[in-house]
């Protein structure tokens, strides 16, 4: 029994430390390639927006957070309407401008209501509902059909918006509930502002201490950076020059006399505002 418990410990240990060191590679679904540029059909965001409005609290700390305690019944209805009609939508016949804005909304919309079936919880990483045995989290489940096609916030992120926009700003816009994640925005991204969105929480995140700061001298950064490092230039310094251009004058001072990354974290605790 003592042997059995010292093995599974051993690898929960070295499966933490996995999943610390590694994230899913970008790796395109070309199915959703297809696209109308001619398209002038625009999606209708106004309810995530509405919900967004109402749940969504600024924090004096910089970090934003949901009130997922306070959500009526009747709005949590809204938010599922808003998901079913994402996923009625005829995607492949969209702009690819409109069907960025749809895919971020729709990975966040998703994200809160997983939160939302199985709060109260301490981290979405407590949500074990994907498969295999040792399941972390909720992102590999598939939770809706498109087209089709059966999708998890896994294929959203990693074989959609990644390879497809190839924009290091998509990790600044999808939000994982965590306190560690760049905030979830309290706007709906849409094709018109989804631009100007994207480099403003690239900047929030820059400047805020859980994304970048330099501790006695070192350079700590986001996990995001380490997970992900291929998105932001691969090498410590591709990834400080990424870093600067969304700097405030103090930091990119600081940041200019930085030559490695010393050291990275992540907290998973769920952006809970009760």
Not at 87 to 93: I, K, L, Q, R
Not at 173 to 181: F, L
């Amino acid at each position: 029994m003592r042997l059995k418990l010292f093995a599974f410990l051993v690898l929960s240990v070295l499966l933490s430390s996995a999943s610390a060191l590694s994230a899913p590679r970008a790796d395109l679904w070309d199915r959703w390639l297809a696209h109308d540029p001619t398209s002038t059909v625009t999606v209708d965001h106004h309810a995530w927006d509405s919900f967004l409005t109402t749940y969504l609290v600024r924090g004096k700390d910089g970090v934003n957070r949901l009130r997922y305690a306070a959500v009526s019944d009747t709005d949590r209805q809204a938010l599922e309407g808003y998901v079913t009609r994402l996923t009625e939508t005829p995607v492949s016949t969209l702009t690819r401008a409109e069907q960025r804005a749809l895919w971020i909304n729709l990975y966040n919309a998703l994200t809160v209501q997983v939160i939302l079936d199985h709060y109260p919880v301490k981290s979405i990483r407590n949500i074990d509902i994907s498969p295999g045995f040792f399941s972390d989290g909720p992102w590999g489940k598939k939770l809706i059909q498109i087209e089709g096609e059966q999708v998890s916030l896994n294929d959203i992120e990693h074989r959609i918006l990644r390879p497809i926009w190839k924009d290091a700003r998509i990790h600044y816009a999808v939000n994982c509930a965590s306190i560690g994640c760049p905030n979830l925005q309290a706007q709906a991204f849409t094709s018109a502002n989804a631009d100007d969105l994207l480099t403003q929480a690239a900047q929030e995140y820059v400047n805020h201490s859980r994304g970048v700061r330099i501790q006695n001298g070192a350079l700590v950064v986001s996990s995001i950076y380490r997970w992900f490092a291929a998105d932001f230039g691969a090498d410590d310094r591709a990834i400080i020059s990424h870093l600067t251009r969304y700097a405030q004058p103090g930091l990119r001072s600081q940041l200019e006399r930085q030559r490695r990354i010393s050291d990275h974290d992540y907290d998973w605790s769920l952006n809970d505002a009760r």
